[in-house]
């Protein structure tokens, strides 16, 4: 059997597609999890986690944002892993910032079209911090 590119890119793109949709699902659980404890306890995980109740729903919705802060990160060239264990305040404030971001769907675009390249963009509510992380820079 002869595999074209065309081929090939037809399965990249159904490959992203089911990630995509398994992220989602994921995530939609993790927000009904979320919705399912007593407000108590929701209170008091929001505050372990040094959000408000407020910031953790909204993290806890918003899987895209999430995604995309991995990819830019990756894009970058920042290692998150190592941010969120030696920097939890900065990791945090990102992932606020990137469920904030009105700007998702240009952020996606431009990472899927490769404009996205060791800088962030302007318009990415992190680009600063990104900049600041990046062992390129």
């Given at each position: 059997m002869n595999i074209t590119h065309a081929d090939e890119e037809i399965s990249?793109?159904?490959?992203?597609?089911?990630?995509w949709w398994r992220d989602r699902v994921e995530a939609q659980a993790q927000a009904r999890e979320l919705a399912d404890l007593p407000p108590q306890d929701r209170a008091d995980l929001a505050r372990d986690l040094a959000l408000t109740?407020?910031?953790l729903d909204l993290l806890a919705r918003d899987a895209r944002g999430g995604?995309?802060?991995?990819?830019?990160?990756?894009?970058?060239e920042v290692d998150l892993g190592e941010v969120r264990r030696t920097m939890p305040d900065v990791s945090r404030h990102m992932a606020l910032g990137c469920?904030?971001?009105g700007d998702?769907?240009?952020?996606?675009?431009?990472?899927d079209a490769g404009l996205v390249d060791l800088v962030a963009p302007d318009y990415c509510p992190n680009a600063a911090t990104f900049r600041e992380l990046s062992p390129q820079l």
């Open positions: 990249r793109l159904v490959g992203r597609a089911v990630a109740p407020a910031d995604m995309l802060m991995e990819r830019m990160a990756r894009a970058c469920a904030r971001c998702k769907t240009r952020c996606r675009h431009d990472m």
